[in-house]
């Protein structure tokens, strides 16, 4: 990612803690301002991207929420009027045998890990398409290739983030943007 994304901007979900705060620790290195979102407290990763020069936001957004969703894009949007970078890294993944799964079990894990990707996605795609110029990364997971098991929720939604990418990088090839996952 180096030269050339100096004062870009990263919206990173799931970045107080794990895969998003070590994207975001990197990211600021290489010169991106992140915007850090999660439902948990992401103070040491605004430290992080701060020790690094680089402007940091913290955002508290439930990524299942299409409100909260859209409260967090305007946040952002007003501190950095802009984003380049969204990279999905918010997801659980609660281990439970499917003979006890409940239907509410398994809407919670699709919707914070691939409705959750969508929403924030959609929020941002909008500007990126004005600019011709994003990209997008979302998190599969190497499960989809493993014998595991009580994850039939966690693949489902990891298998649906695979579809939505490769969906979503035809569909926006043309605009400048990258989709990965």
């Known amino acids: 990612m180096a030269k050339g994304h100096k004062d870009k901007v990263a919206v990173i979900t799931g970045g107080a803690n794990g895969i998003g705060q070590a994207f975001a620790k ?39 929420s299409e409100p909260s969703v859209a409260a967090m894009a305007k946040a ?11 990279i999905n890294c918010a997801g659980i993944f609660p ?16 919707s914070i890990n691939l409705d959750g990707t969508f929403l924030v996605t959609a929020a941002f795609v909008p500007g990126m398409r004005a600019r011709k110029w994003g990209r997008v990364v979302n998190m599969a997971s190497s499960t989809l290739g493993s014998v595991v098991t009580g994850f039939a929720h966690y693949m489902a939604s990891k298998g649906g983030i695979v579809g939505l990418t490769r969906a979503l990088a035809s569909d926006l090839a043309a605009d400048g943007i990258t989709v990965n996952a």
């Open 76 to 86: 952002v949007n007003v501190k950095f009027s802009h984003v380049d970078i969204v």
């Open 26 to 64: 990197r990211l600021a290195e290489d010169g991106v301002h992140i915007a850090v979102v999660d439902v948990a407290n992401a103070a040491e990763t605004v430290k992080l991207v701060e020790a690094a020069g680089r402007q940091a936001l913290a955002v508290n957004c439930d990524v299942a």
């Open 95 to 110: 281990q439970k045998n499917f003979p006890e799964m409940t239907f509410a079990d398994w809407r919670k894990v699709l």
